[in-house]
């Protein structure tokens, strides 16, 4: 099974910039590199539901980008280094939650669209554990 691990996360100011990543930990036991799975990131913010907020398909990769982080975030992966990583500009105090990294390489997500907006309803391959992000001055 992948098992995904999250860094990058931290505490800063509004408008400052992160970078998360997302990778296979050294307990996977897939045969699949990360490069053969569509992979979304997710937040959850304190009393609210787990929303998917980006969503990159494999290589050649199509993208996903909920509304309210469209034009400040940006995802991207790396085949070479076989991690996912979502860069985060122009932060503000509500992008401040829990981040997590989902994988699927099952065809139940026709589109990036799909996965970032129904995986709560269908479920995922795997999910990381999180990392969490906080906007504060």
């Known amino acids: 099974q992948l098992q995904l691990v999250e860094s990058g996360g931290g505490l800063v100011q509004p408008g400052e910039s992160l970078t998360l990543s997302c990778a296979a930990s050294?307990?996977?036991?897939?045969?699949?590199?990360?490069?053969?799975?569509?992979v979304g990131w997710f937040r959850q913010a304190p009393g609210k539901e787990r929303e998917g907020i980006s969503c990159?398909?494999?290589?050649?990769?199509?993208?996903y980008y909920k509304d309210s982080v469209k034009g400040r975030f940006t995802i991207s992966r790396d085949d070479a280094n076989n991690t996912v990583s979502l860069q985060m500009n122009s932060l503000k105090p509500e992008d401040t939650a829990v981040y997590y990294c989902?994988?699927?390489?099952?065809?139940?997500?026709?589109?990036?669209?799909?996965?970032?907006?129904?995986?709560?309803?269908?479920?995922?391959?795997?999910w990381g554990k999180g990392t969490l992000v906080t906007v504060s001055s």
């Open positions: 989902a994988a699927d390489r099952s065809p139940r997500f026709p589109t990036t669209q799909h996965m970032c907006t129904m995986a709560g309803d269908y479920g995922v391959d795997s």
């Open positions: 050294e307990f996977t036991t897939s045969k699949y590199t990360l490069n053969y799975y569509a």
């Open positions: 990159i398909s494999r290589s050649p990769t199509r993208t």
